[in-house]
């Protein structure tokens, strides 16, 4: 199988490099972005599996940002992280095409976990639309 390609965005940066440096252990590819319009760049130059995306940013929301995620490939599986103040971003996000919420902070297994369930999902999609052509 090959590596999933993960793009992390949140606004703290501190937060990102540890979680990268988690997941670049666990066979991820991963890059980092601190803002939504900095996620949107890069969404658009490179393609990406899974996008691990805070609720809460400065500038661009997370819930602004998955819709413009959305916009540009559907097919991409976010995985919003949300605090307790914010179920219900998490929960609208899911209504938008979220893969999954999870609360912040949270243990690596359960990440993991979801990353893994995300990226399989993706996988057997992209499968049978290749199947299609």
């Known amino acids: 199988?090959?590596?999933?390609?993960?793009?992390?965005?949140?606004?703290?940066?501190?937060?990102?490099?540890?979680?990268?440096?988690?997941?670049?252990?666990?066979?991820l590819?991963?890059?980092i972005a601190n803002s939504g319009m900095e996620a949107i760049q890069k969404i658009k130059q490179k393609t990406y599996d899974i996008v691990i995306l805070?609720?809460?940013?400065?500038?661009?929301?997370g819930i602004e940002t998955l819709k413009e995620i959305k916009?540009?490939?559907?097919?991409i599986e976010v995985i919003l992280l949300t605090g307790h103040?914010?179920?219900?971003?998490?929960?609208?996000g899911m209504r938008l095409g979220a893969y999954d919420y999870i609360m912040k902070p949270c243990e690596t297994d359960v990440l993991m976990d979801a990353l893994n369930s995300a990226y399989a999902v993706k996988s057997a999609r992209d499968e049978r639309l290749k199947k299609r052509d």
């Not at 103040?85 to 609208?92: K, L, R, T």
């Open 29 to 31: 590819d991963v890059d």
């Open 71 to 75: 916009k540009i490939d559907i097919g």
């Open 85 to 92: 103040a914010s179920v219900d971003s998490g929960i609208d």
């Open 1 to 27: 199988m090959s590596k999933a390609q993960v793009l992390i965005v949140d606004d703290e940066e501190r937060f990102c490099i540890t979680l990268q440096k988690i997941l670049t252990r666990e066979k």
């Open 54 to 61: 805070d609720v809460k940013m400065p500038g661009l929301s």
